[in-house]
């Protein structure tokens, strides 16, 4: 497999054998890692990493995986990029400068640019339609979690079912013929253009994808309730009220949880998560009567929750995608 300088905008672009090549290097890296092997595969590399939005695990993985594997990492977070110079005339500059570019911000049409402009492989952090590393570190987690391939994984995914980790987890699910349900209310419309996409690539795969009001049916026998926040980065404040109300009966609860009928029903979060109140946002919100959380604490904290190894595999599987695409003899 050779996946030397392609970029990795969209899991739209890699198939089936490629994702699962991403996830068995992730898995070896990790391995490697944790047995003290030091990596080699980015010694003498350069990335750039923009962020137009904030993030913790995002940032920090790029960069503690590059230097993992000998490379080097510049977090540019106050460019002129879109604002004093375009767009094209920042990724020729950096692609100068740089072996590999990250972005993360509102506009997939932003990192494609810096794909076709800067010559260099281009990775999307985070834009308003999809979040391509979070679904791989998601995928590792439930091939470490669960005794079964992913193409016998039931996933649901409630709450905001229009938003770029859904998007991106979709993708994902239906490149290697998962069943995929989203979860949430009719008002909430997911981009015919991308369900018709994931429906064509499902039926291709063996998978299935299928969106739903219902609770319980939805449920059912799953083996993973993924959820994320209601009112995503960039979006307006004054959202939350509206989303809360329709959105709580899609709130993940114990007794969500155990409706699926499984103990081993995984509990999964991309982060961060309003699990209490300990956020100024969520408190803030609170006091103002709004109740923004998504997921009960108990349910967080459970021993089905593998929210924290999936932050963790944020690192192991964007480093797998940098060597692929950037790193020597990966
Ligand atoms: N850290 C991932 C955050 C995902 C969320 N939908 C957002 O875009 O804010
Ligand atoms: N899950 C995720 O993208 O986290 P950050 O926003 O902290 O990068």
């Given at each position: 497999m050779n996946l030397k300088n392609r970029h990795f905008l969209t899991l739209k672009d890699y198939s089936k054998e490629e994702i699962r090549y991403l996830l068995d290097l992730a898995h070896q890296l990790k391995a490697d890692k944790k047995a003290g092997k030091i990596g080699q595969?980015?010694?003498?590399k350069n990335v750039c990493l923009i962020f137009e939005k904030t993030s913790t695990r995002t940032r920090c993985s790029f960069e503690v995986a590059a230097l993992d594997e000998g490379g080097h990492a510049t977090f540019l977070?106050?460019?002129?990029?879109?604002?004093?110079?375009?767009i094209e005339d920042t990724a020729k500059v950096l692609g100068r400068m740089y072996d590999g570019i990250e972005f993360r911000g509102f506009k997939q049409e932003t990192v494609e640019a810096l794909a076709k402009y800067s010559g260099v492989p281009v990775w999307n952090g985070l834009t308003d339609v999809d979040h391509p590393t979070q679904t791989l570190a998601d995928f590792l987690t439930i091939e470490e979690h669960l005794d079964?391939?992913?193409?016998?994984i039931k996933f649901v995914f409630t709450g905001d079912i229009r938003n770029n980790v859904c998007y991106g987890l979709m993708y994902g699910a239906v490149k290697m013929g998962m069943h995929f349900v989203c979860l949430?209310?009719?008002?909430?419309?997911?981009d015919p253009e991308v369900l018709a996409y994931c429906k064509e690539e499902a039926k291709k795969s063996g998978g299935t994808i299928e969106v739903t009001d219902n609770v319980d049916e939805a449920v059912k026998d799953a083996d993973v309730i993924y959820t994320d926040i209601w009112v995503s980065m960039g979006?307006?404040?004054?959202?939350y009220k509206p989303r809360v109300e329709m959105l709580s009966p899609y709130k993940v609860t114990q007794e969500m949880m155990n409706k699926t009928g499984k103990d081993s029903t995984l509990f999964m979060h991309c982060l961060p998560s309003f699990h209490d109140f300990e956020t100024t946002v969520a408190k803030t919100k609170h006091d103002e009567?709004?109740?923004?959380?998504?997921?009960e604490d108990e349910v967080f904290r459970s021993k089905n929750s593998v929210v924290f190894d999936e932050a963790e595999n944020r690192m192991h599987t964007i480093k797998a995608v940098m060597v692929a695409t950037l790193g020597k003899d990966a």
């Open positions: 595969h980015l010694l003498g977070s106050n460019s002129q990029m879109g604002k004093k110079e375009s079964k391939p992913l193409e016998d949430g209310p009719k008002s909430l419309h997911i979006e307006d404040e004054s959202l009567g709004i109740d923004i959380r998504e997921v």
